[in-house]
Structure formats: C-alpha cells, structure tokens
C-alpha cells in the first residue's frame, strides 16, 4: 500500500481510500482532499498509469484541485477524486463493487464521469449506491453526462477573453474528446477557424468533420493561434513548452495545467494571459453538485454562465495586486475555505 500523507503531492488531504478487486482485475483510488463545503466531489477516471505511484500523484492533484474548483464555483460540495488504473474484463462488474466501495466510504465522496468514464458506468455504480451523479433525469432536473456544461464553461470564458466574438479567430484545441470536441463544435458553430491535436485518431476525425487542421501532438502549443485551449491531461504548461507557445492567451479545460506553482510567473514574464483552469473548467462539477442536491437545469445553465464574469474579476485583481492570475485565485479559494472552517 502507498504511503500517501509521505507523498510530495499530499496537501493535508482528509482520507485516501485504495479501491479495487483482484478476482475482477481493477484497482483505483479515492482521494477525498476537503469536506468542509459539503461531500468531496469529483469524477472517476479511467486512465493508465506506468506505475501506480502516478496514479496516486493524479489523484491528490486532481482532489485539491476539486476542492479549489468547488470553493470558487460557490458550491455546497468540498473536493475529491477517483483514479482506476486497472479496468478488468467485466467493466460493469467492476464499477458495481467500486459502487459497493464508494457506499462504504459513507457520503464524504460523491462519483460522476471524468475521462474514460460514461454514462453506462455511473449507471452501474448507482445499483449499489446513492453517492454518484452524472446520470440522465427528466423533468427539467439537473443531470447526465456533465461534459457538455464544462465544454459551455470553457467556450463563453473563451469568448469573453477575445472581446465577445471568435468569428474568424483561431484557436488551438488540445485534446477533442468528450470536452475538447464539445468545445470545438461551440466554436465552429460561431465562426472560428480551428487546430487541433489528440492521440486518439477517431476523436480528430470528429473534429475533422467540424473542418478543424490537425496539428502535431508535440506541436499544438507551439501553433500561431490568437488562443490556445489545453483539453487533454494536467501538467502541459510547463518549462518545456511554456518557451514555445504560439498564443497570447491561453484558456482550457484540462485540470492542473501549470505543472509547477512557477510556472504561472513563466506564463507572466512571456506576457501570455493564462485564464486558471479550475475557475474556467467548472461546468461538469456544477452540473454534478446541481444533480446531486435535486436542482433545475436552468440552475446549471445560470451558474454555468457566472463563470466568464469571475474569471474576468480574477484577471482584474491579480492585475490590480501584482499576482499571477492563478495566485489571485487561490487567494480567493483559501478565503472562502477558511471563513467556511471557522462557521
């Protein structure tokens, strides 16, 4: 067992839960960081690891980072995450026990999708516990596959950031799976030219039908565009790439794309306008907390919208107080964290 609280990525987080069945072949992690807004919750992700120790560093940062993405979304709900790094042959077996596993953690860890993970999985997850979201409702009611809502996010954060229009605007698109395309379809559908990259052929022949020009993989970044949008995995902006970008402005839905605290003062000093992921990327977990707590969809849609405004007002103060617009955020996250402990 991974000693996690020695772990360089541990950041106080209240419990780590190493989910799994050897008879089924998987394995995962729940890492629930904060409950002091309400349950941690956070998607499950179906990803390979090369080992599992990076499994377990994916799992505490994407759980802070749910925490911090909660906390400035203003919602009822604190921050966690799962990881499953082994997926046995039996796929709705599997996510049936991890059910059985989220429902034995008692409510402080709320599941729903996160890469590699549908609508079908939460549905198998829900047959053995009421912890889970992300799962289709009628009536109005808040629910389903949550992707759409942080594609909105992104897409109007975007829009506000290049003056109210991308009409003729180019924009790099790093990653078009479920979020990334959804993105993508927003913008062709308002007049933006796009380039895209993604390891996943059938995913770029998606895009491809919207009319997008593939990039490289190694190259999207470094792609002549007036914004890029990282909407792949975590850590992209980094000493390597941050040298090489192509764009002034960048603004996506991947999580924990600064690889390093100094990279955001890296992004500053190059004069980019780096928009914090987890203020902008807030749609899915919006949805997520709308459902659990029986909430309307036009409720999601409201708060889904609020969110171009508050990156706009995280942009203005850490201008305004010699921040980096990600150090500004974070202020305003630990404050609300803290006023939240001491009620």
């Not at 949550?146 to 996010?153: K, N, R």
């Not at 290049?162 to 180019?170: E, I, M």
């Not at 895009?207 to 020009?213: F, Q, V």
Request: aromatic letters at 6%.
């Amino acid at each position: 067992m991974m000693n996690w609280k020695s772990h360089p990525s541990y950041d106080g987080h209240e419990d780590v839960v190493f989910v799994g069945d050897e008879g089924l072949g998987f394995a995962g992690i729940v890492a629930i960081h904060s409950t002091v807004l309400g349950p941690s919750g956070g998607g499950v992700r179906v990803w390979t690891y090369p080992r599992e120790e990076d499994a377990l560093t994916d799992a505490l940062r994407l759980s802070r980072g749910m925490t911090y993405k909660n906390a400035m979304a203003e919602l009822p709900m604190g921050g966690g995450k799962t990881v499953i790094y082994k997926m046995g042959p039996d796929r709705g077996a599997c996510f049936e026990k991890f059910g059985e596993q989220v429902q034995a953690i008692g409510g402080r860890y709320v599941a729903a999708e996160d890469v590699g993970a549908t609508v079908s999985d939460m549905r198998a997850i829900a047959r053995k516990t009421s912890y889970v979201s992300g799962i289709p409702k009628e009536g109005g009611q808040a629910g389903g596959d949550p992707s759409p809502w942080t594609s909105l996010g992104v897409f109007l954060s975007i829009k506000t950031l290049l003056g109210g229009a991308v009409q003729g605007r180019t924009i790099a698109v790093q990653g078009t799976g479920a979020v990334g395309l959804g993105l993508c379809k927003l913008l062709a559908d308002e007049g933006a030219k796009l380039l895209v990259a993604d390891v996943n052929a059938t995913n770029l022949d998606r895009a491809k039908a919207l009319g997008a020009e593939v990039v490289a993989v190694d190259r999207i970044h470094a792609a002549k565009a007036d914004l890029f949008a990282p909407c792949a995995l975590g850590a992209g902006l980094n000493t390597t790439t941050i040298p090489g970008l192509g764009a002034p402005i960048i603004c996506g839905a991947a999580n924990n794309q600064l690889a390093t605290e100094e990279d955001g003062a890296r992004l500053q000093a190059r004069g980019i306008v780096y928009a914090p992921d987890y203020v902008v990327n807030a749609g899915g977990i919006i949805s997520v907390s709308a459902e659990y707590i029986g909430e309307t969809e036009a409720a999601v849609d409201a708060r889904v919208r609020a969110i171009a405004p508050r990156l706009m007002k995280v942009l203005e103060t850490a201008k305004a107080e010699g921040l980096t617009p990600h150090q500004a955020a974070d202020r305003i996250v630990r404050e609300r964290l803290a006023a939240a402990q001491r009620a």
